[in-house]
């Protein structure tokens, strides 16, 4: 088969020059003069349905010349395709359909000339789906130009006058745009422009715009009372009788610390936007269609013409090639009616790649195996993979050609198309679910969902039928934006042109247009953020993009994210600056409130009240500001947390106070990739290397002999394999066996799984399987590796070969299949086996007839025969967290097969209780004593060491709740395989709770039993989120472990809020996928981790990480330190500023309370920034125990959610040492020099620097060669700017003996006491770090 890779969308060209002249005007075929007898001929011919024109149509005008007689007659004979018979070698399309649907002759195709709908033409859509037919009462189809001027020569004109060109119909069309209204539905004209502006397709984590980027940081900033405060006493400087010093003294250090935060801030966004970028700049694959009219200034109703791929297999058909009668016909047509009527398709179709940013509401996205979906999509056409194609042989390739080479059906097909069609191209599609005529494709929907199972989406058969070219005709009318991610209600009209289609709205069906409709629900589309998992090349027009697609609106907008230590810090801010409130009463008061002028006591009050400013140190932000900016440095450059990105600085401190932790399952606990892992058949149980044991057996089992020819191979079947194994063995050995084997059997038919095969990077042919359920896969590929591999499956047959061999060895005939559902919990078929290999299907009493069913134990103890095993191994796999299915089967005699069978049927056409009549057939006849062959246990893999850093999170008081989209019963599994639910811990189950006082009853029972685990879904999490918020949430927050299952994204974003409000603790959540974003947000810390599918999760979190056992060093060793370092460095710059605040406090009092500054300009600039910040700052790199001691008692981190590092305790104790410490430096020092004059200046502030210097060090528990630089450094430059300030200092006094010990003498009365203090401390009560570290 030549390739086609060079052009994809080949476009369909005019018919080309000819050599051979030979047609004469004479040869009119006598079926075009009459269809009506050549209709009755061709049914007796061919007994295939025929759809015929009404009689307006089947005949031409007598007044018509021969040679347009002939033309029409040709036109009609291949309906639209335009040059009848004689063209078909060109568009090639009829050929290929007829010998595949039809297996006629090559001159089929004038028997059906001139032929249009019969009445049963009305029923065919519905076999594809539903949908409806409009037509016009005329009941005709559209018809060409060429022959509506034939007619009626005055149709022209109208035609002609109707319209522009297309492009500047699209020109207009954009020009004329309406706004999107998102509360209304919408119609969508598939690969053409819009009529209403929809909203671009951006992802957007960014808080910020141009716009509200200043407003929303300085409401943020000035929400905190501290900010406030000092945004005052700036503001009082403006007051002459307020102002004390230089008014940038007070404005500077609020400038300074507002451009910090604002700058780490803008960053922060700045670096979202730019990981943003990355997402929205993706490339993917557009179709562009251009309007072949546009050339040709004519606006016309747009004819389908068929693509030229499908002429590769005109001469295998034996169609006889006739360009030169064509050449001849179409040049006298062509002279006659003028240049550029000829037909053409509906639009030229080429490739164009464009940014995920770029894509808009209309564009056609050509999609394949592992690519993200970036909108909300319809999925319209699904192409054959090229590889699988070229496995088929020769003669289905016209079958394969017409949908992997976008070719077209004809127009009556298109949409509808006969039963009969549709069963032919599934009968020739063999590659299942790889993407097929039938229209089918396989999407991953865990970034959604978090479901794991792959889900089946289907083409509507109105647009897989359709030429690609075409698909500018359809139109898609789709419901306002929602957030119900399974739910879709939907309309795809195919009209006559694609000027209908984009005129919106106002179309109206005119005479003679033939309007199609399919009904579109949730199995046609594919969210954004779900990736195509078949290997099959999807086509999908896109409905809503950027924040009208379903995972953005179940994604909350982004906050700004405030950490507990701020509000801490706050309300403690508050208290200074009541106390500084008080402090400036009380000196008032005891001068007495008197209101002389020019000394009016409230005036006093407020320069007392700049004078304590410093009590609320403006530094503090600044200092907390620049720690964050450290720690976030820290983790980003951990080499034990590779790739970890901190996108929100300003809450590191809260990962050393998280009591709650909510993790998604899928892709953050697990890997999501099965592995079958033990198998149990009922006397013996295989696991690890016993499975080459097994190997053995079906080894044996199935070795048949390969003498014979390979027209009658002969076939194993349950009751030939017994005799197959080894004579010489013993009785034993020769059961277990023929156990291990029939199970084997039976994993490798009972399933829904399909082969499929694609080239690797290497250009090798790499075989894979596709289903929708990960488990089924995991057990047919162990079924390969034990040596039995399935080959091929389609709708009709599964054919089983040796693994060792690749010899056929097991050829089934599927003739019921029972899917899995989630209330079921099983799955069945029913095969009749081959005896040897043969073409067509054995006769129902040829051959043995089994019921093979499979299913979770719950369901199946009570359907297999009585047992003594069954309870106890799936227990005990159960144990292990393997996900557990029995094995089952029962053989069948003809009688009993056709005896289900009708009464199946039966109970097939009811109208209502159809499903429970169809279920109570099955377990009537088949669901009860089936032989019960083995278990099975499959394990769910779990992400790299994700049991030890669930128990080390739990040792360190965590409470850890698993929210999930995935199944009850995988969620209970993953649960007990990670050890998040203890070895014998009950596991209390809520599942499909509807009733009020059933839900009031497991609350009841769950606060008598609060050591257990709770399993919920989501239909009863909605119940008490409902009707029991506060009662379900008061329960919850006591039990060790909570587990929901079924969880919407909103419905996770729910329980994190609730969990926040009710205990007021700090709540962490932690996921993948897009469905976690919602959650992620509405956290007060949120992690993702950098999924295999996508970022989306990472980019909107506040910390990102690649693993999950990442986060016990974020939270146990960046937590720790984050949070320790912050409030030992938030105490000590309040203590700076307090003690400056208590001299200024003293020299008040010595001067008979006057509000006079003590350090005034530089020096009290300097004191807050040169001579003591350095120190201060580096407190951001002391820590009190190394990494492996916090790793190695976790119950440290549970010392940190207490808040015990800052609370009101610490805070009055550094209160308390500040106001001893300046009381003692400002008293001795007036005591020692005098009270005013600036040798006590000298002495008061070199004792001042001098102690907060040896207070730094006193504080510091573990040493860092920078904080030794900086403590010497500081004091240095401060030894050298002495004689810099003479304005201040008597400096002739700073150089005698005098001046040193008093400054000695003072700071050891300062300091000593203070240090013995904490020494005492220690050693009487010591900290939990210093019991560890044995000190």
């Not at 052009?7 to 004469?24: A, G, N």
């Not at 200043?214 to 929400?223: D, G, M």
């Not at 609370?1207 to 209160?1215: A, D, E, H």
């Not at 060669?1265 to 300030?1285: A, K, Q």
């Amino acid at each position: 088969m030549p390739s086609s890779d060079s052009d994809p969308y080949p476009h369909s060209k005019p018919p080309d020059s000819h050599v051979d002249e030979s047609d004469s005007d004479l040869d009119i075929d006598l079926e075009e003069l009459d269809p009506q007898a050549t209709d009755k001929n061709h049914h007796q011919q061919s007994g295939q349905p025929h759809y015929s024109r009404n009689s307006s149509e089947q005949r031409p005008p007598s007044s018509i010349a021969l040679r347009n007689l002939r033309m029409g007659g040709l036109r009609r004979g291949a309906k639209r395709n335009g040059y009848g018979e004689l063209g078909r070698s060109r568009d090639g399309n009829d050929e290929d359909a007829d010998a595949l649907l039809r297996h006629d002759d090559a001159n089929h195709g004038r028997h059906s000339a001139g032929s249009a709908a019969h009445d049963e033409d009305a029923g065919l859509l519905s076999e594809h789906g539903g949908g409806g037919r409009m037509r016009t009462s005329s009941g005709r189809r559209r018809r060409s130009f060429a022959s509506d001027g034939l007619r009626n020569i005055s149709m022209k004109l109208p035609s002609f006058m109707s319209g522009n060109s297309g492009d500047q119909s699209n020109h207009n069309e954009e020009q004329e745009q309406e706004e999107d209204d998102p509360s209304s539905s919408r119609l969508v004209a598939v690969g053409s422009s819009q009529s209403t502006r929809f909203p671009p397709n951006i992802i957007s984590n960014a808080k910020y715009t141009a716009w509200s980027f200043l407003p929303v940081t300085l409401y943020n900033e000035f929400s905190f009372f501290f900010n406030m405060y000092f945004l005052l006493v700036a503001l009082s400087q403006a007051i002459p009788a307020l102002r004390i010093g230089y008014l940038s003294t007070y404005v500077a250090p609020l400038a300074f610390v507002l451009f910090i935060t604002l700058a780490k801030e803008a960053y922060d966004d700045i670096e979202r936007r730019r990981r943003d970028n990355e997402a929205n700049s993706e490339e993917y694959t557009v179709l562009h269609f251009e309007d072949p009219g546009a050339s040709l200034g004519i606006n016309r109703p747009r004819r389908k013409m068929k693509s030229s791929h499908t002429r590769k297999g005109s001469k295998r058909l034996g169609v006889e090639v006739e360009t030169d009668r064509l050449s001849d016909i179409q040049e006298e047509e062509e002279q006659a009616e003028g240049q550029g009527l000829r037909q053409l398709p509906a639009s030229y179709v080429s490739e164009i790649s464009k940014k995920s940013k770029d894509l808009k509401v209309g564009d056609v996205l050509k999609l394949t195996k592992g690519h993200r979906v970036p909108a909300d999509v319809i999925i319209l056409k699904c192409l054959a993979h090229e590889s699988a194609a070229n496995k088929e042989t020769e003669e289905d390739v016209p079958a394969k050609e017409e949908v992997l080479l976008l070719d077209h059906i004809e127009d009556d097909d298109a949409g509808e198309g006969s039963s009969k069609n549709a069963e032919a191209s599934r009968e020739n599609d063999n590659n299942g679910g790889g993407g097929s005529s039938s229209g089918e494709t396989f999407i991953r929907t865990d970034q959604l969902d978090g479901e794991t199972d792959w889900k089946l989406r289907l083409a509507s058969p109105l647009s897989q039928k359709l030429g690609t070219e075409e698909l500018v005709r359809l139109r898609v009318t789709g419901g306002k934006p929602d957030k119900r991610v399974n739910e879709f209600v939907g309309t795809l009209e195919l009209l006559p042109s694609r000027q209908d289609v984009t005129s919106g709205a106002s179309y109206s069906p005119r005479e003679g247009d033939d309007v199609k409709a399919a009904p579109l629900s949730i199995d046609n589309t594919a969210w954004a953020n779900t990736v195509i998992a078949s290997n099959a090349t999807t086509l999908a027009v896109i409905v809503y993009t950027g924040r009208q697609t379903r995972s953005a609106l179940s994604t909350s907008p982004s906050r700004s994210k405030t950490g507990l230590l701020e509000y801490e810090i706050n309300s403690l801010t508050k208290i200074l600056c009541f106390l500084t409130l008080f402090l400036s009463i009380v000196l008032v008061a005891l001068q007495g409130f008197s209101t002389a002028k020019g000394n009016v006591w409230y005036v006093k009050i407020m320069r007392f009240l700049v004078l304590f400013s410093t009590i609320v140190p403006i530094s503090l932000r600044v200092n907390l500001d620049l720690g964050k900016s450290v720690y976030s440095w820290f983790i980003q450059r951990d080499p034990g947390i590779p790739g970890a990105v901190v996108r929100t600085s300003t809450i590191p401190e809260d990962l050393g106070r998280i009591e709650y932790l909510l993790s998604d399952k899928t892709g953050t606990l697990t890997q999501n990739e099965m592995e079958m892992k033990k198998i149990h058949v009922g006397t013996v149980s295989y696991a690890n290397e016993a499975m080459d044991e097994v190997a053995t057996y079906v080894k044996q089992g199935f070795n048949l002999s390969s003498s014979a020819s390979s027209a009658s191979l002969a076939l194993a079947t349950p009751s030939s394999t017994y005799s197959a194994a080894n004579v010489g063995a013993t009785r034993t050995r020769r059961e277990i066996g023929s156990r291990v084997r029939d199970v084997v059997l039976a994993l490798a038919l009972c399933h829904n799984v399909t082969p499929t095969s694609e080239e690797d990077e290497n250009g090798q042919t790499v075989n894979s399987y596709q289903a929708s359920s990960p488990d089924e896969i995991a057990i047919v590929k162990w079924t390969e590796s034990v040596g039995l591999r399935l080959s091929h499956r389609d709708r009709n047959n599964i054919v089983l070969e040796s693994a060792e061999t690749g010899r056929p060895v097991v050829k089934v005939r599927i003739l019921d299949i029972f899917p899995f559902t989630s209330e079921g919990k099983r799955m069945g078929i029913i095969v009749q086996f081959y005896e040897k290999l043969q073409p067509g299907n054995p006769s129902l009493g040829s051959s043995e007839i089994w019921f093979y069913q499979k299913g979770a134990d719950t369901v199946m103890s009570s359907i297999v025969a009585a047992n003594d095993w069954l309870d106890e191994e799936t227990a005990n796999m159960a144990r292990e967290g393997l996900r557990t299915l029995v094995v089952g089967r029962k053989r069948l005699s003809l009688k009993e097969y056709q005896e289900f069978s009708a009464k199946y049927h039966e109970a097939s056409l009811a109208i209502s209780g159809r499903e429970a009549n169809m279920q109570a057939v099955v377990s009537q006849y088949l669901e009860h004593n089936l032989e019960l062959l083995g278990v099975t246990g499959v394990e769910d893999k779990l992400q790299k060491d994700v049991k030890p850093s669930l128990e080390l999170l739990r040792n360190a008081g965590i409470k850890i709740w698993m929210l999930t989209g995935d199944k009850v019963e995988t969620a209970r599994c993953v649960a007990v395989s990670s050890k998040l639910v203890a070895r014998g811990q009950y596991i209390h189950t809520i599942a499909k709770l509807r009733r009020k006082d059933g839900a009031q009853d497991n609350l009841d029972l769950l606060r008598s039993k609060t050591d257990s685990c709770l399993l919920i879904d989501g239909e009863s999490l909605a119940m008490y989120l409902t009707h029991f918020r506060r009662e379900f949430i008061s329960v919850a927050v006591l039990l060790p472990t909570v587990v929901a299952c079924r969880c919407s994204p909103t419905q996770k974003a729910e329980v994190a809020k609730l969990i926040k409000e009710y205990t007021k603790k700090r709540v962490c959540c932690i996921g993948d996928g897009g469905n976690d974003v919602s959650m992620i947000q509405a956290a007060d810390v949120g992690v993702g981790i950098v999924g295999k599918e996508g970022r989306q999760a990472s980019l909107a979190a506040d910390f990102s990480i690649e693993q999950f056992h990442h986060l016990t060093k974020l939270l146990v060793w960046h937590g720790r330190n984050s949070y320790k370092r912050s409030a030992k460095l938030a105490q000590f710059v309040i203590h700076r500023g307090l003690i400056i605040a208590v001299c200024q406090t003293m020299y008040s009092i010595a001067l008979k309370f006057e509000p006079e500054g003590l350090y005034k300009d530089w020096l009290m600039v300097g004191y807050a920034t040169v001579y003591t910040a350095m120190p201060v700052l580096s407190l951001v790199l002391d820590k009190d125990v190394d990494e492996d001691l916090a790793n190695l008692y976790p119950e440290l981190y549970k010392e940190l959610t207490s808040g015990s590092s800052l609370s009101y305790r610490t805070f009055f104790v550094w209160v308390f040492v500040s106001i001893y410490q300046g009381c003692l430096i400002q008293g001795l020092s007036q005591v020692l020099t005098g009270v005013d004059g600036p040798r006590m200046l000298a002495v008061s502030y070199t004792v001042l620097v001098l102690n907060e210097l040896l207070m730094v060090a006193i504080e510091i528990t573990t040493w860092h060669w920078v904080m030794v630089v900086s403590i010497v450094g500081t004091f240095l430059m401060y030894i050298v700017s002495i004689p810099f300030l003479g304005g201040y200092f008597d400096l002739q006094f700073v150089l005698t003996l005098g001046f040193l010990w008093r400054v000695a003498a003072i700071a050891a009365i300062s300091l000593i006491p203070t240090y013995a203090a904490k020494v005492i401390r220690r050693t009487m009560k010591p900290p939990s770090y210093r019991k560890v570290q044995g000190i």
